[in-house]
DNA sequence: GTCTATAATCGGATAGAC
DNA sequence: GTCTATCCGATTATAGAC
């Protein structure tokens, strides 16, 4: 009987490293300012060992931004965890904040790869996000129409909470200065999740 | 009689012909992925005489965002525009917004620089954006005291305000694929802003 | 002040021994 | 599968003629 992942061999394992350490890399320099050696390093071998497992830069980061694809896609799917507009709405807020807090480096290099124009994921958001999008945007007109939350374009809705969401990766340099350089411990970053939750639900419900 | 700028002079008008091809190249590959050569080719200019002008890569980008840094400045006065607590919001989120739409490119250096942990600003955020920040809590808490405002943490609203309008100019491409392709027109967009005044200020106003 | 040519370096990718 | 040495194109920056 053949067992399953009893023990990774040592291509899964190399490859894992790799791709972490490329997060790591091009979440803090950018697509163009990371280089192989750098992530190379940062996964513990020499360059040329990452070329043998991943033969171009730009196929590493295609293979990493399908990692962090995987996580948006999971808390999107928390959109639906109910049919009422403000638990649904909540439960959506809650997961991308925590997504943001859990993977603050996936965050990152998604909102870089938005604001370069998205040439990797392009496809991604011409079909499975804008799928995701037009099904969503019937449940809030449906909510809408049915007195549970004030008029408001769906889309505008969604951009505040994508943006408001991901500043608590993006920014985290930021609020951590104007934290007392520090980063934010989980009780503040509890509390503001709450706010955040409150503010739009504030805004939007009827 | 001395003339005020009656004709730039040729430095001048070379110098802002760099500043505004460094703006939109940086705006679009990041620090790293901008090549000077792209820049001189943009501002119509041989390689050489970019440097002729600015010594350094880094040096034109710090230049860059001396500009960027001004024009945030320039919308955060607008927080001041009233003493009554929606008034100024109102105001605020309108001229951020307004910010995102003449100037995407701006913004947009400027989050990648707060995304990579803002080498070049982090003196303005230990000073000018810190007391900025610390003047502004407490008017909020003042408004808050006075039961102008629901409680919320005034850095929790600033982070939210940020994000909400950065995302028109950091996400257009986004957006502009969820809109069929195209970037929102002058209408689309002001309804947005108008929603984003109303939701934020529904969300917050006591 | 302008521009061609080039120096110097960096970084992605590969060859080839082990 | 691993790693040293290296190739080579791209890029920052400069030299020096005009």
Same mark, same amino acid.
């Given at each position: 009987m053949l067992e399953r992942k009893p023990r990774p061999t040592i291509r899964e394992e190399n490859e894992k490293a790799l791709l972490e350490a490329a997060e790591r890399v091009f979440a803090k320099h950018g697509f163009a300012g990371a280089t192989t050696a750098a992530i190379a390093r940062n996964a513990g071998m020499p360059k040329a060992n990452l070329h043998y497992y991943f033969a171009t830069k730009e196929g590493l980061y295609r293979a990493v931004i399908e990692r962090v694809l995987n996580a948006w896609l999971n808390a999107a799917?928390?959109?639906?965890?109910? %049919?009422d507009a403000c638990e649904a709405l909540s439960a959506y807020i809650c997961a991308k904040m925590d997504l943001a807090r859990a993977m603050p480096l996936a965050s990152r290099i998604w909102s870089a790869e938005i604001m370069r124009?998205? @040439? $990797?994921i392009q496809d991604f958001l011409d079909t499975t996000l804008s799928q995701w999008v037009a099904k969503r945007e019937a449940a809030v007109r449906r909510w809408i129409a049915a007195g &549970?939350? &004030? @008029? $408001? %374009?769906p889309k505008v809705l969604f951009y505040m909470i994508w943006a408001t969401t991901q500043q608590y990766a993006n920014a985290a340099h930021e609020i951590a200065t104007l934290n007392g350089g520090e980063p934010l411990d989980d009780a503040a970053f509890e509390r503001a999740k709450r706010q955040v939750v409150a503010t739009i639900l504030g805004g939007v419900a009827a």
């Amino acid at each position: 009987m053949l067992e399953r992942k009893p023990r990774p061999t040592i291509r899964e394992e190399n490859e894992k490293a790799l791709l972490e350490a490329a997060e790591r890399v091009f979440a803090k320099h950018g697509f163009a300012g990371a280089t192989t050696a750098a992530i190379a390093r940062n996964a513990g071998m020499p360059k040329a060992n990452l070329h043998y497992y991943f033969a171009t830069k730009e196929g590493l980061y295609r293979a990493v931004i399908e990692r962090v694809l995987n996580a948006w896609l999971n808390a999107a799917s928390s959109f639906d965890a109910s %049919e009422d507009a403000c638990e649904a709405l909540s439960a959506y807020i809650c997961a991308k904040m925590d997504l943001a807090r859990a993977m603050p480096l996936a965050s990152r290099i998604w909102s870089a790869e938005i604001m370069r124009g998205a @040439p $990797i994921i392009q496809d991604f958001l011409d079909t499975t996000l804008s799928q995701w999008v037009a099904k969503r945007e019937a449940a809030v007109r449906r909510w809408i129409a049915a007195g &549970k939350l &004030k @008029p $408001i %374009e769906p889309k505008v809705l969604f951009y505040m909470i994508w943006a408001t969401t991901q500043q608590y990766a993006n920014a985290a340099h930021e609020i951590a200065t104007l934290n007392g350089g520090e980063p934010l411990d989980d009780a503040a970053f509890e509390r503001a999740k709450r706010q955040v939750v409150a503010t739009i639900l504030g805004g939007v419900a009827a």
